[in-house]
């Protein structure tokens, strides 16, 4: 199998790389079903680069049905060890508007009854997740975007992202809510797979490409998906251009991640004690401390 050791999940608008070139589809099963399409393997500047459409690449399936297991798992199986997801948010905050890029540092979840471990059935661990962004990614991310000097759009370098359910947007008052909690953004994705890469010790940020104000906003429309959509073609054409830069970086020097040891004292079943089924669904994850 073709290997790569980074990985882009694209969300709503963002269903493939134009840039990438060589490319090979990769259907891939893992001990959680399919993830939600094919994987696209290729090159990016000479760097090989797995990419996966989060909904499928006619986005045909909501946030809820999401694999999020299996787009993970499949992400590890190719090799993938720092991983790039690019996600439409809406803003809740007047200062990040339609148009510009985030880079949360922070979850708040918000979501119901998603699977979001890898474990359980015979094998428990606790990740360390207090910090679920690894920021020495979530850094080249930021210098790439500095370097590009995108027209009408203005980097935000931390906040937090709250991860709903959906598939319908906020009510005004759920919006305020948030807004209280000093949330930044609001998107339905993310946390599932932050939480997941941590298990699978791959180094995780989130480009969130805001597109509307949520329906907070006095001054704007409550967010329908006409504007959405405007607004993510835009922001699609940016996030290609903000990857294959992060891309160019990340190759050239890769840095090290507490991501890539977060299993090291997480597993409190000890693994002599555990079922062979358990161990065998769960061997890419687990090899390294058997």
Known sequence: ?????????????????????DLQEIHIETPFGAPSDAIRVGTLDQTPVAFLARHGR?????????????????MKQLGV??????????????DMKPLDMVLPDQ??????????????EGIVAHVAFADPICPKLSQVLAEAIASLQLDNVTLHQGGTYVCMEGPAFSTKAESNLYRSWGASVIGMTNLPEAKLA???????????LVTDYDCWHPDHDSVTVDMVIGNLTKNA??????????????????????????LKYAILTPLDHAPESAKQRLGLLLDKYL
């Open 1 to 21: 199998m073709v290997r790569a050791a980074i990985g882009i999940i694209g969300g709503s608008g963002l269903y493939q790389m134009d840039a990438l070139t």
């Open 81 to 94: 060890e720092y991983l790039i997801s690019a996600s439409a948010v809406g803003s809740l905050q007047a």
């Open 58 to 74: 006619h986005h045909h399936l909501l946030p809820s049905e999401l694999p999020f297991r299996a787009n993970i798992y499949a």
């Open 107 to 120: 979850f708040i979840d918000r979501t119901k009854n998603r699977a979001s471990t890898f474990f359980g």
């Open 237 to 262: 054409q940016n996030a290609q251009r903000v990857i294959q830069e992060t891309v160019r970086r990340l190759a050239h020097h890769p840095p090290g991640s507490e991501a890539h040891s977060a």
């Open 198 to 208: 941590r298990e699978a010790e791959i180094a995780y940020a989130t480009l969130a």
